[in-house]
T-cell receptor, first 113, second 116 residues
């Protein structure tokens, strides 16, 4: 199959705490992997991506490493800010023969001052 | 930068009305998508289009239709709006078809529709 599984939220943290949002995928080939962020009232925007195993994507202090052995692409940030409060989606390209990427359900992050 | 523009950020319609949601992208992308987003349900694909006049049903096409007469424009139509179609609607486009980067989508800001 072709699926992406994210940890359920909401994740509630205090400012400057360490963040991990788990994402695992089913391994049909070695696809690119993506994290999207959706700030309140807005559409999704690409946060970071990794195109092959052992790649690390990074942006805005967020990082995710594509780990083939565990089929995971966990999102991390060392010190979250209130402005990071958003919904985060993990995604992978479609399986062979399809145009439709697969998204996780999304994980809501709430950061308190 | 790629820009995906949705015509209305907020709409309020009455049950039974015909509703048009318009989406325009400016980067010559082949693929365009309409999703709806509801709390706890993530993104659900309504329809997508991989070329002009080409469309395919997604996971929840019932009650919706689409139109893609020009490459840059993808319209979502609710023929007779119902209260259970109250939702956030997101349009997206992508350059890549079946390639490795086909998960790289560009989204509009969303259209929040309320049906009374």
């Amino acid at each position: 199959g072709n699926s992406v599984t994210q940890m359920e939220g909401p994740v509630t943290l205090s400012e400057e705490a360490f963040l991990t949002i788990n994402c695992t995928y089913t391994a049909t080939g070695y696809p690119s992997l993506f994290w999207y962020v959706q700030y309140p009232g807005e559409g999704l925007q690409l946060l970071l991506k990794a195109t092959k195993a052992d790649d690390k994507g990074s942006n805005k202090g967020f990082e995710a490493t594509y780990r083939k052995e565990t089929t995971s692409f966990h999102l991390e940030k060392g010190s979250v800010q209130v402005s990071d409060s958003a919904v985060y989606f993990c995604a992978r390209p479609p399986p062979g023969g399809s145009y439709i990427p697969t998204f996780g359900r999304g994980t809501s992050l709430i950061v308190h001052p | 930068d790629v820009k995906v523009t949705q015509s209305s950020r907020y709409l309020v319609k009455r049950t039974g009305e015909k509703v048009f949601l318009e989406c325009v992208q400016d980067m010559d992308h082949e693929n365009m998508f309409w999703y709806r987003q509801d709390p706890g349900l993530g993104l659900r694909l309504i329809y997508f289009s991989y070329d002009v006049k080409m469309k395919e049903k997604g996971d929840i096409p019932e009650g919706y239709s689409v139109s893609r007469e020009k490459k840059e424009r993808f319209s979502l139509i609710l023929e007779s709006a119902s209260t259970n179609q109250t939702s956030m609607y997101l349009c997206a486009s992508s350059l890549y078809g079946r390639a490795e980067r086909a998960g790289e989508l560009f989204f509009g800001e969303g259209s929040r529709l309320t049906v009374l």
